[in-house]
C-alpha cells in the first residue's frame, strides 16, 4: 500500500498570500494519479484536482496542482477567506487508494 | 451532476452489524462509466477507503484488507441505490462514513460525496 505524508501539518496564512501544501508518496504513483480535496468543517470532501495538475470542474484558477512520481504540491496563489480548510492528497494509481493525513490551513 | 443522499444508523451496539444507504440521483447506479464507493473518517485512522463497486456488463467489487470479511457493498437498481454492509462492529468503527461516486471509468477520482453519516458504535 502507498504510504501519503503531508507537510506541513498545519499552516497559519493571510488572505491574499500564496501557500504551497506538500504530499509525498512512500512509492511512485503510477501516472501521477494524484487528486487533492478541499475539507471544511462539517462537509464532505471536496475535488480539486486529479491527475496532479488537471482542476475540476469550477475550481477557480488559483488553484494549481504539480508534481510527478513521489512529490506533488497544490499551490493557491491568492488566498481567499474561503480557502481556509484542510486539504488532502489522494493516489488512485495503486490498489488501494490511500489518503494523506491533511494540511490544516488557518488563519494567522 | 452526480448528487449522493446518505441515510442509515447513527449508533450501533457493538457486535451488531451497520447498513449504510446512497441513493444515487443524475446517473444510474448500472452505468458502464461510474464507480461507486464507501469512506470513512474517523479522528484516528483519517480518510479510509473501505470499498467499491461498478458495473461493466457485470458486477464488480473491490474491498479493503483491514474490513475484508466483515463488509460488503451491494446495489438495487430499481431504487438507483448502493449500500454498505459491515458486521461485528467494535467501537474503532467509529467514524463519519461517505458514499462517492467516481465518473472517470476506471480511476478511483471520487468526483461527487454524499453528506456523510456519522456512526457510534456504543452499548
Known amino acids: 500500500e502507498i504510504v501519503l505524508t503531508q507537510s506541513p501539518a498545519t499552516l497559519s496564512s493571510s488572505p491574499g498570500e500564496r501557500v504551497t501544501l506538500f504530499c509525498r508518496a512512500s512509492?511512485?504513483?503510477?501516472?501521477?494519479?494524484l487528486a487533492w480535496y478541499q475539507q471544511k468543517p462539517g462537509q464532505a470532501p471536496r475535488l480539486l484536482i486529479s491527475?496532479?495538475?488537471s482542476r475540476a470542474t469550477g475550481i477557480p484558477d488559483r488553484f494549481s496542482g504539480s508534481g510527478s512520481g513521489t512529490d506533488f504540491t497544490l499551490t493557491i496563489s491568492r488566498l481567499e477567506p474561503e480557502d481556509f480548510a484542510v486539504y488532502y492528497c489522494?493516489?488512485?494509481?495503486?490498489?488501494?487508494?490511500?489518503f494523506g493525513p491533511g494540511t490544516k490551513l488557518d488563519i494567522k | 451532476q452526480v448528487q449522493l443522499q446518505q441515510s442509515g444508523p447513527g449508533l450501533v451496539k457493538p457486535s451488531q452489524s451497520l447498513l449504510l444507504t446512497c441513493t444515487i440521483s443524475?446517473?444510474?447506479?448500472?452505468?458502464?462509466?461510474?464507480?461507486w464507493s464507501w469512506i470513512r473518517q474517523s479522528p484516528s485512522r483519517g480518510l479510509e477507503w473501505l470499498g467499491t463497486?461498478?458495473?461493466?456488463?457485470?458486477?464488480?467489487?473491490d474491498y479493503a484488507e483491514s474490513v475484508e470479511g466483515r463488509i460488503s457493498v451491494n446495489t438495487d437498481a430499481s431504487k438507483n441505490e448502493f449500500y454498505l454492509y459491515l458486521n461485528g462492529l467494535t467501537p474503532d468503527d467509529t467514524a463519519v462514513y461517505f458514499c462517492?461516486?467516481?465518473?472517470?471509468?476506471?480511476?478511483?477520482?471520487?468526483?461527487?460525496w454524499g453528506q456523510g453519516t456519522q456512526v457510534t458504535v456504543s452499548s
Open positions: 462517492a461516486a467516481s465518473i472517470t471509468g476506471g480511476m478511483l477520482i471520487l468526483n461527487f
Open positions: 443524475g446517473d444510474s447506479v448500472t452505468s458502464n462509466v461510474v464507480a
Open positions: 463497486t461498478y458495473y461493466r456488463s457485470k458486477w464488480y467489487h
Open positions: 512509492q511512485s504513483v503510477s501516472n501521477n494519479y
Open positions: 491527475g496532479a495538475s
Open positions: 489522494q493516489q488512485y494509481g495503486n490498489s488501494p487508494l490511500t
